[in-house]
């Protein structure tokens, strides 16, 4: 299916990523190379990287990029993210939700579960229309 080789192409790439990001850190400090740079300890930023993945996969990627990537930020649905958080919950140093500032009165209250406290993804009422980040943990 569709999603099946979406999925298999959001691995391949996250394993290749991964891959360079480790061997940058390898690297690090070493200038004697005449080809290549001195490498460093970079952060990787995933944009959904888990969701065209079934649970199986996501567990397995998570623990790959866990145990490979020193700093990783991952952005993420609660609900494409949940399957693997606790794989990646040892690594998890900050978490922070996007809520969206609305200037009309009222309308529909989103609201999303993290570590069993309820957090309302929207705001009505503002002075201006904006995403915010907010830090929870």
């Known amino acids: 299916t ?6 298999k192409s959001n691995v391949l790439a996250l394993f290749f990523t991964t891959a360079l990001v480790d061997f940058c850190k390898e690297r690090e400090g070493n ?5 290549l740079l001195k490498g460093t300890k970079a952060p990787l930023v995933l944009d ?10 996501k567990i ?3 623990k790959i990029v866990s145990e490979t990537v020193e700093q990783v930020i991952i952005i993420s ?3 494409k993210i949940l399957p693997v958080k606790n794989t990646l919950s040892s690594s998890i140093g900050s978490e922070y939700i996007m809520i969206n ?6 309308g529909n209250l989103d609201t999303v579960m993290i570590n069993d406290k309820a957090y309302n993804l929207t705001k009505f009422s503002q002075d201006k229309e904006k995403t ?4 929870i943990l």
């Open 77 to 79: 649905s609660s609900d």
């Open 132 to 135: 915010a980040i907010e830090r």
């Open 2 to 7: 569709e999603s099946r080789s979406i999925g």
């Open 60 to 62: 397995i990627c998570g």
């Open 101 to 106: 500032h609305e200037t009309k009165g009222d």
């Open 31 to 35: 200038d004697e190379d005449q080809y």
């Open 48 to 57: 959904s990287p888990f969701s065209h993945l079934d649970d199986e996969y």
